[in-house]
């Protein structure tokens, strides 16, 4: 079957810096998403990988290792705003979108 | 753009009533998704539709749920009859050609849905 694991829930303190790790196992492989999503609103999109390595966008960071069926989404510089949940998902064989079930990340001061 | 627009957001109903989601795509993208939410759940892909034909329902629960993509600018998802166990957040999201690159899906706002 198709699977991927990310953490139920992190805790982290501002200005501090974050791990959300995600492993998958996938029919296939043909990329993966990163979405945030604050409570009560839809997900957003953060990033996208589908080669090896790491993509740098700003504060946010992802990295990909296809042979691991690994990625991990680093938050730097954290804010409260970032307090939500972080949607990892896996782009299978059929193009089909895979989710995790999310990761909660709470914000201390 | 406005974004994806779903309708309405808020549905609170009794069981056995039927229930008609509505959703306006992104001009121009080409795929729509409906998505179910729960806590217990997470998301889950119900039906996806490609240029207005359904692709893949095999995430409809059961034969209650069925949606329609009459145009390129609107699409409904259907419960008949609707039960306490569908309540849930439903979202709908669509894309340009989602087996391309990076082409991530936009979400709606969602409705929520209450079966009593």
């Known amino acids: 079957g198709q699977n991927i694991d990310q953490p139920t829930e992190m805790t982290a303190t501002e200005g501090a810096i974050v791990q959300i790790n995600c492993t998958y196992q996938?029919?296939?492989?043909?990329?993966l998403f990163w979405y945030q999503q604050h409570a009560g609103e839809a997900p957003t999109f953060l990033s996208y990988?589908?080669l090896d390595g790491l993509e740098e966008k700003g504060r946010f960071s992802s990295f990909l290792s296809r042979s691991k069926g690994y990625s991990y989404l680093l938050l730097k510089e954290l804010q409260m705003k970032d307090s939500a949940s972080y949607l990892c998902a896996v782009r299978d064989s059929n193009y089909q979108l895979i989710w995790g079930a999310g990761t909660k990340l709470i914000i201390k001061p | 753009d406005a974004g994806v627009i779903q309708s309405p957001r808020h549905e609170v109903t009794e069981m056995g009533q039927e229930v008609t989601l509505r959703c306006k795509p992104i001009?121009?993208?080409?795929?729509l998704f409906w998505y179910r939410q729960t806590m217990m759940r997470g998301l889950e892909l119900l039906i996806y539709f490609n240029n207005n034909v359904p692709i893949d329902d095999s995430g409809m629960p059961e034969d209650r749920f069925s949606a329609k993509m009459p145009n390129a600018s609107f699409s409904t998802l259907k419960i008949q009859p609707s039960e306490p166990r569908d309540s849930a957040v439903y979202f709908c999201?669509?894309?340009?050609?989602?087996?391309?690159?990076?082409?991530?899906?936009?979400f709606g706002p969602g409705t929520r849905l209450t079966v009593t």
């Open positions: 990988n589908v």
């Open positions: 999201a669509s894309s340009l050609a989602g087996r391309e690159d990076s082409y991530e899906q936009y």
């Open positions: 996938t029919s296939g492989f043909n990329g």
């Open positions: 001009s121009g993208h080409d795929y």
